[in-house]
């Protein structure tokens, strides 16, 4: 996750230290997170984060996992960014359909 956090943090053109003041923690424990140490950010601090890089928590769960898969994302910042991008698009696409439709998608997806 880390990883993931400065790639797109960097990707938006956005310092450590700017972040960590518009997230509310500290430059040092966003570096610690950011290098995957203990003492990572709290759940609402990810949230912020998240929103602040233009996306939402499950879609940095998301890319983070993709990166198992696709290591290689993670050396091509544009298309890691644009990745996460189309993870909130269809996010927010889900939410915008009907109970029914949103059922018929998870029934789909097997979820």
């Known amino acids: 996750m880390g990883s993931v956090l400065r790639a797109l943090r960097e990707y938006r053109g956005l310092s450590l230290e700017e972040t960590a003041r518009l997230v509310g923690v500290s430059a040092a424990n966003l570096s610690r997170t950011e290098r995957g140490l203990p003492g990572g950010l709290h759940p609402r601090h990810l949230e912020r984060i998240a929103a602040l890089l233009g996306t939402s928590t499950v879609g940095l769960f998301a890319v983070a996992e993709a990166l198992t898969e696709a290591p290689q994302l993670l050396h091509n910042p544009e298309e890691l960014a644009a990745y996460a991008d189309r993870l909130v698009a269809v996010q927010q696409a889900y939410l915008k359909v009907s109970g029914d439709r949103r ?6 997806l097997g979820i």
């Open 103 to 108: 059922r018929e998608v998870d029934r789909l």
